[in-house]
Each structure stands twice: as C-alpha cells, then as structure tokens.
C-alpha cells in the first residue's frame, strides 16, 4: 500500500517495504499508474507482465502522488475525481451531468494534484536552498550590525562621559580660584575691621586712665595739684576715633542655559544619508562558496553519468579483504591519491598503507581515539586532529609534520575535507557541548554550526563527520545516539536515531547518490532508512568504519581486527 505525504514522519525515518504481497524487501521504486511501492525484483516482474508492462515505473522520489480520496459533497458515494475548470472546483463524474456543470470543460484531477505537488517540492527546494539560507544570512549580518553598532553607541557614551568630566574639572577649577578671590577679600574686610576694633578698644582704655586722674584731683589735699592739672592739655578729653563701614563683595549669578551647558559637552548627530538597503543574493549566484570548479563540474558531469546507471544493490557482494600492519583494529580510513589509505584505530596509531598491503608509514598519535580524527584533502596532504593540544596537524607527501590550525578552547575529534570546494569541516568539543566549525583550505574560520533555530544544542560527541554531494553536512553523535544533519547553511534538517532500540553510530560517509551510509545502516539524503549495510552473517560483526572510493566500492573497518572489507553495494 502506498504512503502518503502526510503519513511520512516529519524526522523521515519511515522504513518503507515493497507494497507486493507477501514482499517485505526494502522499497525503491514506485508505479504510477498503481499507486504501487515495489523493490527492485517486483519491479521487473511488473514490467514483463503484459498486463503492466507500459506502466510507468520510477525511483520512489520521483513517484507521482495519489489522489487522496474524498467523498463528493453532492453525491455523497461518489469520490471528486474532475476539476471543473469554468467553476473551479472538484467534482465527481456524476456532477457533469448537473445543470450547474452541464457544458463545462474537465480536468482529471489527480494529474492536477500532481502538478500541484510538484510544484510545492519545486517550491520546498527553492525555500532551503536559497530563500532560507539567505534569510539566515541576512540575520548573520543583523547580529553583525547589532554588535558594531553597540560598539559606536558605547563609544559615544564613552566620549560623553569624557566631555563631561573635562567640564566638572574645568568648574572645579574655577571654583576653586572664585573662592579663593572672595577668601582675600573677606581677610582684608576682617583685617579692616579688626584694626578699628583695637582703635576703639585703646581709646576706651585712655578714657578709663582719664576717668582714674580726674578721680585723684578731686582728693581735698589736692587743690593746687588739680588747680595746675585744670591748667594742663593732657587732661582734655580727645575726640572718638573715626571708622568707616567695610563695603562687602556682591556675587552675580552666571548667565548660563541648559543650552549653553550642552554645548559644552559637544554635539552627537544622525546623518541624514538615504538608508542603504541590504544586498540580496540572486538565486542563481546565492552560495558561490559551494560553486565547483571547472575541474570539479567536469567530475560532477561524469559522476551524473555514473548516477543515471546506479541503484541500491539488493545485496551487498565481497570484493577483497586487506590487512592492515600496525593497528590493532580500523576506527577511521582516509583514501588518499595513487592508492594510498591511510587508517587508524582506536589507541592513536595512524598508518599509511598500498593496496597490497605493506606499511609506508606510522605516526604514533596522543591519546585513546575512537573517532574519525583524519582526512586526506584536495591537495593529498594529510590533516589530522590532536584534541589534547587543540590543533590540527598536516602531513605533507614530503612526511612534513607541520601545525595548520589552532582551535582555542575547543577540542577537535573529527575532521573532513570537502569534495565540493576543498572547506575543512571539523567536530569539536568544550565544557560538555560540541560544535561544528567550517575553515577553508587555507585554514581560516568561516562558519560555526553549534545550536537549531530554538536554541538548543546540535551536537554532544561529534566523533565521525562527512559532507554530502548537496553540501550536507552529516554528523555521527555517541551521546546524542544520532546522525545529526545541517544543510550547508548550518540549519538543522534531520536527526536519525536508527531503527533498533540503543544507535550506536560510529563511521559515516556519503556516495555518489547521496546516500549516507554510518555503521551499519543506509540512510537517503533526507533520513530515510534504506537497508541495512553489512551483517555477522556477512562476516563484518562490529563495523566502525565506513568508505566509499571512486570506483563506488565500500570501504569497512572493525572494532578488534586490522582487517578491511571491501565490498560492492552499488548495481
């Protein structure tokens, strides 16, 4: 039975089976003139049926939706099945013949729903890969307003504040000269009036000693003393001495304004400039940084060749096996030029090795590491992770050891160089959070991805990542127990969680069709579960890493063997 839109789950991990009877295989086409989902099998034997055989039969995703069935209002047991192109709406067949519709043109309505539908995908695709992440951009280069902003306002505050205390020291200043001014003139004002007092105070006492002699005349036996004394000048009484009133300082108030004041503490402006509209990128040029070059579109045009003849393989098929010296068991492989691999297990040894097997190079790394800690980039040199000094190190086809990028506070695990335009992708963690953070091949710092549209955290322990052929960037997370999906804007599409109770994933890789493959499952490029990718039956019992080279075979590594399987999957 085929599924609906609407009953597929929106974290698309609906496991889709084969709609034959009795068929439990894994869906990867679809018939629509049935509405039929069928698996590779019944889909030969329904077009060798005559019956079926001009039946258009076509990838699932390609598949046209089925008319959802619903019941005519006027014909109760009737479904709309028509469009009525004068009226506009749906109708049953039985309403043709009604004097409302009679002489209208029709239209069959499911090939009207298709269109719509496709159209709604058209438009879905248009929103997340241009409209959404340019919306994105543009509040990337808000909050980069609103912080440089911030920063002039803070500035301008700064410069007032200065102004102002410039002001307070120049009053201050003269404040103190003015009262130092009227300080004098009150000590002369005093000194004045002191000198009067003591004026007035000695002539006091001269008439009290003239009170005292004019006492001693009037002693009887004292008659021609005080005869000869009326005689004398020094007994006229001298007049009081003159003084003046002290004329004191008038203080006049300063003529100021709150104006004249503001003046002082200079003048802010706003210029009256036309404002400057953001630039929008034309959906055609949005994301040059993921625009291949002509070398890369050259491949891409070949790898589009490659993928009008390839499928999903029923079964997955031995190719060869290889052991490798050195390592104890294969966490992570790096295929590198000229048939080099370079592989690592989970006690830091990292090796480089041919096809036949033999040890070209060890480098002993720090510390336990189950994660995907190296990659081989465009140029062939080898970059790897050292989460205990938090850099990341290259290795040249020189064997030149040298620090490529520094990452501050953060601990780098895993790391991928980018097929599509050479970008570093690495998984980092700090203080319990991860994060992922694009550098391009230079090594300078051009995204961060860290945290969904709600605010919440992405990643915990990004210990594999990968980057799909749409600039996908796909994350295998230990404690969250998911494969973590962002498109190449950083917004969050997807989290897998696997199909069976406890997802473990380790490796993690993509192919030609988009598919993700992460130990041990086979995901599409929007989560939904395919296959199961290698079983013990199979001989591959605890896979931890995945590959996948330029021929489309399977690379896989095992947790306890130094042995590496490889395997076709592809038809």
Known sequence: MALSESQIPPDAQHYLVCGTEDCE?????????CHQTMCEQCRDEHQKNKKTKNHEVVHYKQRKRPLPLEKCKIHPTRNIELLCEECQIPICSKCTGTKEHRGH??????????????????????????????????????????????KIIEGVRTSIKTESESVKKLVETITSDKIEQVNKIEQSLLETLNGQNQKIDDYINYLNDLIQTFYGYLSPSNIEQLTFALKSENLVIRPIPETSKPVPPIFTAGQYSKEDVAKLLGRMTVPNTKLENRKIKPMETAYTQLKPT????KQDREKSDVKQTLSLSTSVTKVREYTV????????????????????????????????????????????????YHTVTQDGDLIYTDKYNKVINRITPGNTITEFIKTGGWRPISIHSSHINGDILVGMIKDGEGKV???????????????????????????????????DVCVSDSIKHAVVVVDKSGQHRFSYTGQRSRFNPYGICTDVLGHILVCDEILDQDGQFLSLLLTSQQGVGHPRSVCVDDENNLWVGQFNTNTMTVCKYLQ
């Open 25 to 33: 295989k894994n869906c990867q086409f679809y018939c629509n003139d």
């Open 294 to 297: 002509g070398k890369q579109r």
């Open 105 to 150: 043109a029709f239209t069959d309505l499911e090939l009207v729903f298709a269109e719509k539908c496709s159209h709604c995908h058209i438009e879905i695709t248009k929103i997340r890969s241009y409209f959404e992440p340019t919306s994105q951009d543009l509040k990337k280069e808000i909050a980069g307003d609103v912080t440089e902003i911030k």
């Open 437 to 471: 953070t694009r550098y391009n091949k230079t090594g300078t710092e051009i995204q961060n991805i860290q945290r969904d549209s709600k605010g919440q955290g992405l990643y915990s322990l990004p210990h594999y990542i990968t980057e799909n052929i749409n600039g």
């Open 325 to 372: 010296p050195g390592v104890d068991d294969v966490y992570h492989i790096s295929l590198g030029k000229s048939g080099r691999i370079w592989v690592s297990d989970r006690y830091g040894n990292l090796v480089q090795t041919d096809l036949q097997g033999n040890q070209l190079q060890n480098i002993q790394t720090s510390g336990y590491r189950d994660e995907g």
